[in-house]
């Protein structure tokens, strides 16, 4: 009989402050981003790559002002005295952010124009300032104004007839001031300049051009700076700056209210460039008075200002890679194994004969891809059921369904209308299945659909008596059924043709496309119905088997930890004896190494050349240990307002694999951050142990 465990004091009771139990998820956000930013710094990254680190840790950011200060912003008006598990208000969290974000962003262009920009010169990759222009050069430039800029730039004065400009969100703008009066003798002294999106913000000069070198690039604001008096005829522009405004990017969709959820989100996306104002960027240059100015028009505080030395809209230069032909700079090409048992044959005898695990990108997606396809052409597949969140352009996936529904199978598929920047991409391809039959429903209103589901009804011979039956075949991941982000983004793909977790499968997918009651479900953890509690179950029996002796382990690997009551879970363990180990790419607030709280947890960060995304929970169970596979981390909106599952490896080769990786994640040296009890991250002390990921390219 299991030992019930013992009755360990609650942290709060102790007289622990919020503040001394979590750490704030925003400012862990922004830790995290920086991490990522130090992979630009880190000689050991090809240069180029070390470019698309700089890039990464740019739209971050931006997505960052986006969706989480917008949020803030929006809290400290509508409930400024709640606080957060953390004890912050959203005031007292946007001032902490403010004071990091700014820290971040001068590392960031300190990084460009100290360390990038001259690693990139003696590679004679260049960014040519104005002062270093040829006069051929010179005119090259100022004819590309005229032939390609000009026509499309729209100059708008300032005045009580000309208002100041609604602005795009993530837009390069300039205010430009201005000397002299126009023809109808007007002097108002600034006009803004709007760059359309549709302009390179990188203009390379051709090879011919006296003076120019292989890989020379000039910045459009440089063009447009140079050459801005050609816009004002008759008038001198005495200054030119460049700036970018933030809007609020998130949708706001009325769930109580919404009739038709597709028609909701199509007109929110309308809005999305015009949300509020949440940061304004602008060059290091500028005159006090000009940004106070923009700093006023957009309501701002000069907490929300930020001044670059650069171009205000560093992503952009994720465009260099690919204009720049050197492999020597980048990563080695890396092509991703196909296993044996998928490289020839037929995939559902392969799945018939035992459970198969994909590990991405250092296994190939294919096999996913193969396995809609053989589904979609095999005439004894009767239906597919597939959960859709992102896919990408031009999916491979998308188009085996479609052919599916035009080869007469029941096609039944549950798009998630609602995925963050992907809510028209997913509106199309719900359109698209529409037309050749496919059932598409968009999940439960209030709930994220996120589960990574796909499950095959095949109708095969052998059944007793020499009659045919219904064999179901499921695919289960950690990550979206995108085939791109599948070579960028570390995930588990396993396919089953287990009985009971086919059958939990097809429940998962009754409740989003029918109604009726919560079903039992034999194997799968579920949100928001079981998973949270199926995790608090396992680990207090870890408290348990800790208590009477037994081996007691936990190692968690996520991209997130921020629930609270997940984190008490885990400091009861740490209280009790239960080592625990856990792999956060992101967020996480738990503290760890907190004498009397969590001396027994650690928490690591791996950050490199793959994004680490699956998600693995491993209990060790008194020695018959268990271990999941899932689509959730520890976040409240996973655990309560999403549709997640977690699915268990009950073959036992393929557990001992993951816990192999598992383990070779906790002895790397090489790519680990180490999360200190003040939320600070260390890096692991480096050996000349081989980077995890590394080890994984390099399996036979």
């Not at 009477?548 to 190692?555: D, K």
Request: hydrophobic residues 40%.
């Amino acid at each position: 009989m299991t030992q019930a465990p013992p009755e360990l004091p609650d942290p709060l009771a102790q007289g622990l402050q919020p503040a001394e139990l979590f750490l704030n998820r925003e400012l862990s956000l922004l830790e995290f981003n920086r991490r990522v930013l130090e992979q630009a710094k880190d000689e050991r990254v090809p240069l180029l790559e070390r470019l698309k680190f700089l890039c990464i840790s740019s739209s971050n950011l931006d997505e960052f002002f986006e969706i989480r200060v917008a949020g803030l912003q929006q809290m400290a008006e509508l409930n400024p005295t709640q606080r957060g598990a953390d004890g912050l208000t959203p005031a007292e969290t946007l001032a902490a952010i403010s004071r990091r974000a700014h820290e971040l962003v001068a590392e960031q262009y300190h990084t460009f124009n100290e360390i990038i920009v001259p690693a990139l010169e003696k590679e004679r990759i260049r960014f040519l300032r104005r002062a270093e222009w040829t006069p051929e050069q010179d005119a090259w430039l100022k004819q590309y104004f005229h032939n390609e800029l000009m026509p499309v730039l729209s100059p708008i004065g300032l005045d009580p007839a000309h208002p100041f400009p609604r602005i795009l969100n993530k837009s390069l703008n300039f205010i430009v001031q201005l000397s002299g009066k126009d023809a109808f003798g007007r002097n108002t002294g600034f006009a803004i300049v709007q760059a359309p999106r549709a302009l390179p913000r990188l203009i390379q000069i051709p090879q011919e051009v006296a003076g120019t070198g292989p890989h020379d690039f000039v910045f459009l604001s440089s063009v447009i700076h140079a050459y801005v008096d050609d816009l004002f005829p008759g008038m001198e522009a005495t200054g030119s700056y460049q700036f970018r405004l933030t809007r609020n990017s998130d949708l706001l969709v009325d769930e109580e209210e919404v009739k038709d959820l597709m028609e909701a989100v199509e007109g929110e996306l309308s809005q999305r460039q015009w949300g509020d104002i949440v940061r304004l960027e602008v060059a290091h240059n500028c005159p006090e008075p000009l940004w106070q100015y923009l700093m006023d028009v957009a309501q701002l505080t000069p907490a929300d200002v930020y001044q670059v030395n650069g171009p205000v809209n560093l992503h952009r230069l994720m465009a260099i890679p690919d204009m720049v032909d050197r492999p020597d700079l980048k990563y080695p090409p890396f092509t991703p194994r196909v296993p044996k048992a998928f490289a020839a044959g037929d995939i559902f005898a392969a799945i018939r004969e035992r459970d198969q695990l994909l590990h991405h990108p250092y296994e190939s997606f294919m096999p996913v891809v193969d396995f809609l396809r053989a589904a979609a052409r095999d005439p004894k597949v009767l239906a597919i059921k597939q959960t859709l969140y992102r896919t990408g352009d031009k999916s491979a996936v998308a188009e085996a369904l479609i052919e599916a529904a035009r080869n007469g199978k029941e096609v039944t598929v549950v798009v998630e209308l609602r995925a963050r920047f992907d809510e028209e991409a997913n509106i199309d391809l719900a359109e698209q299945l529409q037309e050749v039959g496919a059932h598409v429903v968009y999940g439960v209103v209030g709930y994220k659909t996120h589960a990574k589901m796909c499950l095959v009804v095949r109708r095969e011979e052998g059944a007793p008596g020499g009659t045919s039956t219904l064999r179901h075949y499921a695919h289960l991941g950690t990550g979206n059924y995108h085939p791109r982000t599948a070579r960028l983004y570390t995930d588990y793909s396993l396919f089953t043709a287990d009985p009971q977790i086919c059958k939990d499968v097809h429940a998962v997918f009754l409740q989003l496309t029918s109604l009726g009651k919560v079903t039992k479900l034999h194997r799968l953890l579920q949100s928001p119905f079981t998973l949270a509690k199926q995790l608090h179950a396992k680990i207090e029996r870890e408290i348990a088997h800790a208590s009477a002796g037994r081996p007691a382990r936990i190692i968690a690997k996520m991209n997130a930890l921020v629930d609270p009551e997940m984190i008490q879970a885990l400091y009861r363990a740490s209280c009790a004896g239960v080592k625990i180990d856990l792999i956060v790419r992101g967020m996480c607030s738990l503290r760890p190494g907190v004498p009397g709280l969590s001396e027994n947890i650690q928490v690591r960060s791996i950050v490199g050349r793959f994004l680490e995304h699956h998600r693995a929970y491993y209990f060790a169970n008194g020695g018959d240990g268990e271990l999941y596979l899932a689509s959730a981390d520890w976040m409240e909106r996973n655990l309560f307002r999403r549709v997640e599952v977690a699915f268990p490896i009950l073959d036992k080769k393929l557990r001992e694999r993951i816990l192999d990786h598992l383990h070779a994640y906790l002895a790397d040296t090489a790519q680990s951050w180490i999360l200190q009890p003040d939320g600070a991250y260390r890096r692991a002390q480096a050996d000349d142990t081989k980077p995890v990921q590394l080890r994984f390219m390099e399996e036979p």
